[in-house]
């Protein structure tokens, strides 16, 4: 029998509905397991509380979120953004990546042309989220407003606009899923759904007026960001939060990383003047780069950012620990609050694995992952963790950082 098989019924036999342990990355548990992944997130500790950090990135001014890479700066982003398609109060989130397909510093303007595009996909995402059939039909300003934006989103939106508008036309023939709805399909543009989102023959109007083909216009970066912003004004949003990320997805020098961010910066005032607020989630080496260049360009600015620093203890892992338990466990099945109930007596399994993460999420996850592979390798029908077990795993933990 193949390992991941035998991980899979272990995974099944202790009374689990998934395995929250497999991808400690947050963009692979988003696409691995897109139902449950919000209920994964659990804080960190630089503020009181989750409420505070969430409520304190949502206010209208700018942030740097420092950590290190696996401290959950990701899954943070992730769950505001969540948040905001949520708790409706006028709030759009816009997700900005300077992923791995950036080969150089960008320029202001090429800055320009990304950003106008995810905010067409995350403007076009949250109205469909929100729309309600109850409410007034949208005017002819608001649909010619949104038709320019669908041209801007590019293929990746019209594709999902196509899948929508299908399954619409066809509501009698088709089920939508018990769960999400229509929603179950953001993953075609890469999202996680956050809500049931149902179909209705309005909508599908709606759809298929935005579908009908108009004339392209050449990307004017920045002027199309903007039009962007006055389209969302146009359907009632007020507040603009872009949530940069992904600048240490690759292994890039402080010096590349600053050239990616500085002309954002420089954008960071005339941005707040039209309710845009950047927040921006940085590995910590940034903190003393960002902080003198803030210094030396604009006082102002250093003084009224928020900048909290991502920070683990060993109260914080254990709640990650037990929240991870939680989200999978299944209704009928026992309720685990950690590995010592699935350990031999007195190995404080919980502990020792927490001690080994060192303060880092992914660091525990991994050693986790590591103990269930090792675990259904030696006995696969044992529900109990062992001393060979950890040892091994403790082994493989060193061969590992010596690699």
């Given amino acids: 029998m193949a390992g991941k098989n035998k991980r899979e019924i272990f995974i099944k036999n202790i009374g689990l509905d998934h395995d929250p342990f497999e991808t400690p990355v947050a963009e692979q548990e988003l696409a691995r397991v897109q139902d449950v992944f919000y209920s994964y997130y659990s804080p960190s500790s630089p503020l009181p509380t989750q ?59 090429e800055h320009g042309i990304r950003l106008a595009k995810t905010l067409a996909i995350d403007l076009t995402l949250a109205l469909i989220e929100q729309f309600n059939p109850l409410n007034p039909s949208p005017t002819e300003k608001q649909i010619q407003a949104l038709q320019r934006q669908i041209q801007i989103g590019g293929r990746q939106l019209k594709r999902l606009l196509r899948t929508l508008l299908e399954k619409l036309e066809n509501l009698e023939q088709s089920t939508p899923d018990p769960i999400w ?126 900048s909290p620093i991502i920070e683990w203890d060993d109260k914080t892992l254990r709640q990650l620990l037990a929240q991870r338990f939680r989200a999978a466990s299944s209704r009928s099945g026992p309720r685990y609050t950690g590995l010592d109930s699935l350990a031999i007596p007195n190995l404080n399994l919980d502990e020792n694995v ?48 010596r690699t």
């Fill in 354 to 401: 927490i001690r080994v993460a060192k303060g880092s999420p992914r660091r525990l996850l991994r050693i986790i992952s590591d103990l269930i592979d090792i675990h259904v390798a030696r006995d696969s029908d044992s529900f109990r963790f062992s001393q060979e077990d950890w040892e091994k795993c403790q082994q493989k933990l060193i061969e590992d950082e």
């Fill in 181 to 306: 709805g229509i929603s179950k399909d953001w993953n075609i543009i890469g999202k996680a759904p956050v809500k049931y989102v149902g179909g209705s023959d309005k909508l599908r109007k709606l759809l298929k007026k935005l579908s009908i083909k108009i004339e392209p216009e050449t990307p004017a970066g920045w002027v199309d960001f903007w039009k962007g912003i006055n389209a969302a004004r146009e359907w009632g949003f007020t507040r603009f939060l872009v949530m940069l990320d992904g600048v240490d997805i690759k292994q890039r020098t402080p010096e590349t990383m600053m050239g990616l961010i500085k002309p954002l910066l420089d954008m960071l005032h005339k941005t707040e003047s039209d309710d845009v607020f950047i927040k921006l989630f940085l590995p910590l080496e940034l903190t003393e780069w960002v902080e003198d260049y803030l210094k030396s360009h604009d006082r102002d600015l250093y003084s009224s950012a928020f």
């Fill in 51 to 109: 409420e505070d950090l969430i409520k304190s990135l949502r206010r209208p001014q700018h942030a740097f979120v420092y950590g290190h890479p696996g401290d959950g700066k990701s899954a943070l982003r992730l769950t505001l953004d969540a948040d905001c398609r949520t708790i409706l109060d006028g709030t759009l989130a816009v997700t900005y990546i300077l992923g791995e397909d950036i080969e150089r510093p960008l320029s202001l303007e």
